[in-house]
């Protein structure tokens, strides 16, 4: 009997320390999660600010080709036409890019992630080509 109650009297001690490192890990998993999810949260609002002012240099541009347009010769309105199309387009990628951000979740992160990393740089080499491109059109007037 007394063998008995010393192995229940074992098992209940090791139930109870089994149970304190099982809250310990349980702790520090939730820990670690939020701690991602603080990460994303923090990366994806960086992005997020990146496109906004992507977007917004490019609408500044549109209207600053909008506002030389009006006194321009039919050959210059064509090409300033084209501009405008072009930037349209790179607007419309980062509207793409930014609707994926929202869309994204912390399992899909990565993936999105690379994604967008991958629009905006194609998106800023070909603002800086085109911003010097219409400073060659416009023999580098930018206002």
Known sequence: MKTQLIALAGAFTLAIALNSCTEKRVDNEYDETEEV????????????????????????????????????????KAEIDEMQAELRAEKADLDKASDDLENASE???????TSVDKTTRDVEKEWNDFKVSIDKAFDGDRN
């Open 37 to 76: 999810r603080i990460d994303f949260e923090t990366e994806r609002n960086e992005m997020r600010g990146d496109i906004d002012e992507l977007e917004l240099e490019i609408d500044r541009e549109i209207e600053r080709l909008e506002a030389k347009r009006e006194n321009a010769s039919a050959e210059m």
């Open 107 to 113: 399992n899909t992160w990565n993936d999105v992630k």
